[in-house]
T-cell receptor
Framework: AQTVTQSQPEMSVQEAETVTLSCTYD???????LFWYKQPPSRQMILVIRQEAYKQQNATENRFSVNFQKAAKSFSLKISDSQLGDAAMYFC????????????FGTGTRLTIIP | EPEVTQTPSHQVTQMGQEVILRCVPISNHLYFYWYRQILGQKVEFLVS????????KSEIFDDQFSVERPDGSNFTLKIRSTKLEDSAMYFC???????????FGPGTRLLVL
């Protein structure tokens, strides 16, 4: 069974600084997707970034980028120039690329931005 | 930008009562999902739905749960006889395909007393 682990229940970062959130996963599949979702206090889950496992290039979306290490089964999220609006719960999620459509989520990391 | 909507945002019910949670997926999406998040815990998959059929369900999704697409826009989750442990945030999601990103609604917070 696939599992997703986020070992940092809470992180904090000074506004304008950079922070990295960790995620590891376990799977026997070779073709899958990885996601970071953000859940602000409003509780709506918002997609931050997505990575396809067959792509070696790390995904980037503006201030958000990932460090995808397939062999190590690691998928960390880097937030540059942190802003107050980045404060949220961040969930790492996994989905296999065929058949099984469900997302498997980690337990989340609560990110606090210090003004 | 199109988004998934859910109603109600909050619902309080008595144990044993039936509840129906409603979702309007993004209009050109064909795949629909329900997830739940018990307070303080991770988001868990409940069920996926395509072409008017359940395509996958988790062990959480027992006989007390059912899903339906009653018309061309709504997607509902029914809990027949609610239990205290059904108290959670329920998220609806939709996507254009099984390999595509799932977009989530804002959730319905269900409290069973």
């Amino acid at each position: 069974a696939q599992t997703v682990t986020q070992s940092q229940p809470e992180m904090s970062v000074q506004e304008a600084e950079t922070v990295t959130l960790s995620c590891t996963y376990d799977t026997s599949e070779s073709d899958y997707y990885l996601f970071w979702y953000k859940q602000p206090p409003s509780r709506q889950m918002i997609l931050v970034i997505r990575q396809e496992a067959y792509k070696q290039q790390n995904a980037t979306e503006n201030r958000f980028s990932v460090n995808f290490q397939k062999a190590a089964k690691s998928f960390s999220l880097k937030i540059s120039d942190s802003q107050l609006g980045d404060a949220a719960m961040y969930f790492c999620a996994y989905r296999v690329n065929f058949g099984n459509e469900k997302l498997t989520f980690g337990t989340g990391t609560r990110l606090t931005i210090i003004p | 930008e199109p988004e998934v909507t859910q109603t109600p945002s909050h619902q309080v019910t008595q144990m044993g009562q039936e509840v129906i949670l409603r979702c309007v997926p993004i209009s050109n999406h064909l795949y629909f999902y329900w997830y739940r998040q018990i307070l303080g815990q991770k988001v868990e998959f409940l069920v996926s739905f395509y072409n008017n059929e359940i395509s996958e369900k988790s062990e959480i999704f027992d006989d007390q749960f059912s899903v339906e697409r009653p018309d061309g826009s709504n997607f509902t989750l029914k809990i027949r006889s609610t239990k205290l442990e059904d108290s959670a945030m329920y998220f609806c999601a939709s996507s254009t395909g099984t390999q595509e990103t799932q977009y989530f609604g804002p959730g319905t917070r269900l409290l069973v007393l």
